[in-house]
């Protein structure tokens, strides 16, 4: 997205759907990313054979504290992506209108491919 990139959602001045590379696989690109990095994370750490299952870290408290603390983030990033996505659709196809549906017949899933 380059400088179309915000944290809000915000139409800037000569704003353009982009709707190539990852655009053309998914609609959302960036927060599928974000969801499978914290996901992998998760995953790696959770693991058997990870120095976290191994060390019994996870059977004290600091551990305790850290892998609730990570469930709860992967949680909040599902939460969060759930009510933004939604959003940022509606401002893109008030914005966009013709352009924007058909994108979305284009591409239909939101986050993650044959999934969402």
Do not use: N
Not at 30 to 35: L, N
Request: proline share 5%; aromatic share 10%; with cysteine.
């Amino acid at each position: 997205l380059g400088r179309q990139f915000t944290a809000e959602i915000a139409i800037l001045k000569d704003h353009q759907l982009v709707t190539e590379g990852p655009y053309s696989v998914v609609r959302h690109p960036e927060y599928a990313a974000s969801f499978l990095m914290s996901f992998g994370i998760l995953t790696v750490l959770s693991s058997p054979g990870s120095w976290v299952r191994e060390s019994g870290v996870l059977s004290t408290l600091p551990g305790e504290v850290v892998a609730v603390s990570l469930l709860v983030f992967w949680s909040m990033t599902l939460l969060c992506l759930a009510i933004r996505i939604p959003r940022e659709d509606r401002v893109l196809k008030k914005e966009f209108g013709k352009q924007w549906v058909e994108w979305k017949a284009r591409v239909s899933c939101k986050l993650v491919p044959k999934l969402y």
